[in-house]
T-cell receptor, first 110, second 114 residues
Framework: KNEVEQSPQNLTAQEGEFITINCSYSVGISALHWLQQHPGGGIVSLFMLSSGKKKHGRLIATINIQEKHSSLHITASHPRDSAVYICAVGYGGATNKLIFGTGTLLAVQP | DAGVIQSPRHEVTEMGQEVTLRCKLISGHNSLFWYRQTMMRGLELLIYFNNNVPIDDSGMPEDRFSAKMPNASFSTLKIQPSEPRDSAVYFC????????????FGQGTRLTVV
């Protein structure tokens, strides 16, 4: 069983739709990251959160530590949001290691 | 700051050749991570350094892979000899100390071993 699981693996949406991507993890973590990887391959860190909720523009990330679950929401989706969204969990102590989910491929159609 | 800089962006090499990938960290960061991304396995952590010291190299696939951090701002990942199954995109990322951790990724090096 993967330590970080994302769902769905693939998602196709129409422009303007509200999108939710889910991430569940089984390890104790210090922080959870949402990353975006565009078709060109570059990876951008969207959010790092360890509790509650964060919002940036049309993106919202939430985390429930007790349930070991996080969601990434995109409001008013746009074709430029098409990318792979990757959930990664970090566990601390003396380390900053990340364990990655397999990613969710999002395609937003005009 | 220009961010994490990797070179080369693309590398095509023949099986058996030595390959060296390079990474320049963001100034002030003291943690450095090398990742590999393939279609089959997604993103995997290969090795990471704190303050130039390798902390965990358990993700390094085998002895053909080695990584160094000769100074606080630069790292190399070397594969010798390379094999076709090493073909992947290799990312490096750097971060601040653990209490303000956030990941800054380079653009990646796409390696093709033929």
């Amino acid at each position: 069983k993967n330590e970080v699981e994302q769902s769905p693996q693939n998602l196709t949406a129409q422009e303007g739709e509200f999108i939710t991507i889910n991430c569940s993890y089984s390890v104790g973590i210090s922080a959870l990251h949402w990353l975006q990887q565009h078709p060109g391959g570059g990876i951008v860190s969207l959010f790092m959160l360890s509790s509650g909720k964060k919002k940036h523009g049309r993106l919202i990330a939430t985390i429930n530590i007790q349930e070991k679950h996080s969601s990434l929401h995109i409001t008013a989706s746009h074709p430029r949001d098409s990318a792979v969204y990757i959930c990664a969990v970090g566990y601390g102590g003396a380390t900053n290691k990340l364990i990655f989910g397999t990613g969710t491929l999002l395609a937003v159609q005009p | 700051d220009a961010g994490v800089i990797q070179s080369p962006r693309h590398e095509v090499t023949e099986m058996g050749q030595e390959v060296t990938l390079r990474c320049k960290l963001i100034s002030g960061h003291n943690s450095l991570f090398w990742y590999r991304q393939t279609m089959m396995r997604g993103l995997e952590l290969l090795i990471y350094f704190n303050n130039n010291v390798p902390i965990d190299d358990s993700g390094m696939p085998e002895d053909r892979f080695s990584a160094k951090m000769p100074n606080a701002s630069f790292s190399t990942l070397k594969i010798q000899p390379s094999e076709p199954r090493d073909s992947a995109v290799y990312f490096c990322a750097s971060s601040f100390p653990r209490d303000t951790f956030s990941a800054f990724f380079g653009q990646g090096t796409r390696l093709t071993v033929v």
